[in-house]
Nanobody, 124 residues
Framework: QVQLVESGGGLVQTGGSLRLSCAAS????????LGWFRRAPGKEREFVAA????????YYADSVKGRFTISRDDAKKTVFLQMNSLKPEDTAVYYC?????????????????WGQGTQVTVSS
């Protein structure tokens, strides 16, 4: 059983930085893609970034490209989301998700496993 546990959310001012962590357990993830999604108040859950566990290829939403960086630590089975130059519109609950397969997709319906989420609030 795959388990994903997010941490690292909090309150930060505009222009600040946060690093989110997603601790993954339950199996080896070499055949998986892990991603980050977010849901802002009143909006649907949207794709943020994803990484292929084998090889480390990454993909980003246009809204975060150049500001956010996704990475993983094989030994710790942890995926990170480094968020810099944060804006109020980045305020959301951030979720970690995992899908089996090598193809990176932004469709949330393709992801099989989800964490509980961590709140990120950016004050103006």
């Amino acid at each position: 059983q795959v388990q994903l546990v997010e941490s690292g959310g909090g309150l930060v001012q505009t222009g600040g930085s946060l690093r989110l962590s997603c601790a993954a357990s339950g199996r080896t993830f070499s055949g998986y893609v892990l991603g980050w999604f977010r849901r802002a108040p009143g909006k649907e859950r949207e794709f943020v970034a994803a990484i292929r566990w084998s090889g480390g290829s990454t993909y980003y939403a246009d809204s975060v490209k150049g500001r956010f960086t996704i990475s993983r630590d094989d030994a710790k089975k942890t995926v990170f989301l480094q968020m810099n130059s944060l804006k109020p519109e980045d305020t959301a609950v951030y979720y970690c998700a995992a899908k089996y397969g090598q193809i990176i997709v932004s469709d949330r319906g393709s992801y099989d496993y989800w964490g509980q989420g961590t709140q990120v609030t950016v004050s103006s």
